[in-house]
Nanobody
Framework: QVQLVESGGGLVQAGGSLRLSCVAS????????MGWYRQAPGKQRELVAD???????NYADSVKGRFTISRDIGKNTVYLQMNSLKPEDTAVYYC???????????WGQGTQVTVSS
């Protein structure tokens, strides 16, 4: 069993910042990638950013230059620093972990981010 626990969501005004954290624990043999997805009401879940085991990062065009993903390998933790937040960033943010020989995907329970205008 793998557990992902997210924290750091909340309510912020447009232009503000938040930092999300996700700690992975449990039966993790190896981490292939960690990332953040988000889902706004009535929309599909979308990739926000991810980081591979080699440290390569990938961002959605809508967050490039504003969000930064990072990780602490020793702590099995991934972070998402979100700056210059916009109302359209409002969504439930989910942590994603791809792990093991078979690249199994695990998900956190989600954390709400609300940006007011």
């Amino acid at each position: 069993q793998v557990q992902l626990v997210e924290s750091g969501g909340g309510l912020v005004q447009a232009g503000g910042s938040l930092r999300l954290s996700c700690v992975a624990s449990g039966s993790i043999s190896s981490i292939n990638a960690m990332g953040w997805y988000r889902q706004a009401p009535g929309k599909q879940r979308e990739l926000v950013a991810d980081i591979t085991s080699g440290g390569s990062t990938n961002y959605a065009d809508s967050v490039k230059g504003r969000f930064t993903i990072s990780r602490d390998i020793g702590k099995n933790t991934v972070y998402l620093q979100m700056n210059s937040l916009k109302p359209e960033d409002t969504a439930v943010y989910y942590c994603n972990l791809v792990h093991g020989r078979w690249s199994v995907a695990s998900w956190g329970q989600g954390t709400q981010v609300t940006v007011s205008s």
